[in-house]
């Protein structure tokens, strides 16, 4: 079992950056892949970036792709989502989600969930 908070949301404009945090309790952090998602209303969850279990494979969406940097740190049981001009289009909830697994981009492929953060960026 492992327990998630994400912090780091926020309304900022557009052009603007922001880092999300996601830190963990529980077992091993180390033994978890790491997953980042999104919702915005009326639309389905979709992975923002994927990390694995000691951070040397990594995934980004492409609409996110030369913006946004998935990272970790095992040591402090933290998983972060660096975002870098950010666009209206960003707009969303965000999640960050664990599994015991390889890395995987499809949300059904985790089993733990933090409580999400709203991101809103304006234009």
């Known amino acids: 079992q492992v327990q998630l908070v994400e912090s780091g949301g926020g309304l900022v404009q557009a052009g603007d950056s922001l880092r999300l945090s996601c830190s963990a309790s529980?077992?091993?952090?180390?033994?978890?892949?790491m997953g980042w998602f999104r919702q915005a209303p009326g639309k389905e969850r979709e992975v923002v970036g994927a990390?694995?279990?000691?951070?040397?494979?990594?995934y980004l969406a492409d609409s996110v792709k030369g913006r946004f940097t998935i990272s970790r740190d095992n040591a402090k049981n933290t998983v972060y989502l660096q975002m870098n001009s950010l666009k209206p289009e960003d707009t969303a909830v965000y999640y960050c989600?664990?599994?015991?697994?390889?890395?995987?981009?499809?949300?059904?492929?985790?089993?733990?969930w933090g409580q999400g953060t709203q991101v809103t960026v304006s234009s």
């Open positions: 990390i694995s279990r000691v951070g040397g494979g990594t």
């Open positions: 989600a664990a599994r015991g697994g390889i890395l995987s981009t499809s949300h059904a492929a985790y089993d733990y």
């Open positions: 529980g077992r091993t952090f180390s033994t978890y892949t």
